[in-house]
């Protein structure tokens, strides 16, 4: 199985200030049709995970700018420029090319 | 706007059958963009993904899992359900059902990732 490894674990941050959240997979997501099969959900408290960034960078649809997602190969980064009191919870990284589709162990974003 | 709604007993017994389904409404489950997948997540843990079924009942699961697991698919009621057989204390969990985008190699549909998730159910495995 493809190993998600996301750091850090927990994080807390001051509303306005950046947060930043990395991903590492045990193999290459990238795909011979050129696309790399990364993406990023953020889990709010008592509800289901929702989709924020799709194949690494292009945010889904009605995700705020703030969320912008880099990387490639097996390095990958989430980025919230200016974390807002809204986006607390946990965030989850997950590979979708290879069986079985595993996720990261998730990270906890809370406001200080 | 697509809704997925999981239904089933909140109960299980061990050693019995879970069994859940999962209604789709705003979208058909017959189109041929999407597989159509369920999660769980065991209290206060992380994602598992258990397996996924095309409309035309093409399965894929999680080799952890599958032995025990059977995905339907059932077209005229815009359906899908879970059956996960010999349930013990460790398969308590939420179980969300999601679409899940395809993309197409060659002749063969694979699953990608979710896009929609139900709002989950709480499955608890106990006598």
């Known amino acids: 199985d493809i190993v998600m490894t996301q750091t850090p674990l927990s994080l807390s941050v001051t509303p306005g200030q950046p947060a930043s959240i990395s991903c590492k997979s045990s193999q290459s997501l990238l795909h011979s049709d050129g696309k790399t099969y990364l993406y990023w959900y953020l889990q709010k408290p008592g509800q289901s995970p929702q989709l924020l960034i799709y194949?690494?960078?292009s945010r889904f649809s009605g995700v705020p700018d703030r969320f912008s997602g880099s990387g490639s190969g097996t390095d990958f980064t989430l980025k919230i420029s200016r974390v807002e009191a809204e986006d607390v919870g946990v965030y989850y990284c997950m590979q979708g090319i290879h069986l079985p589709k595993t996720f990261g162990q998730g990270t906890k974003v809370e406001i200080k | 706007q697509l809704q997925l709604q999981e239904s089933g007993p909140g109960l299980v017994k061990p050693s019995e059958t879970l069994s859940l389904t999962c209604t789709v409404s705003g979208g058909s489950i017959s189109s041929s963009s999407y597989y159509w997948g369920w999660i769980r997540q065991p209290p206060g843990k992380g994602l598992e993904w258990i397996g996924s079924i095309y409309y035309s009942g093409s399965t894929y699961y999680n080799p952890s899992l599958k032995s025990r697991v059977t995905i339907s698919v059932d077209t005229s009621k815009n359906q899908f359900s879970l059956k996960l057989s010999s349930v013990t204390a460790a398969d308590t969990a939420v179980y969300y059902c999601a679409r899940h985008a395809a993309i197409t190699m060659i002749v063969v549909v694979i699953p990608t990732y979710f896009d929609y998730w139900g709002q989950g159910t709480l499955v608890t495995v106990s006598s």
């Open positions: 194949e690494v960078s």
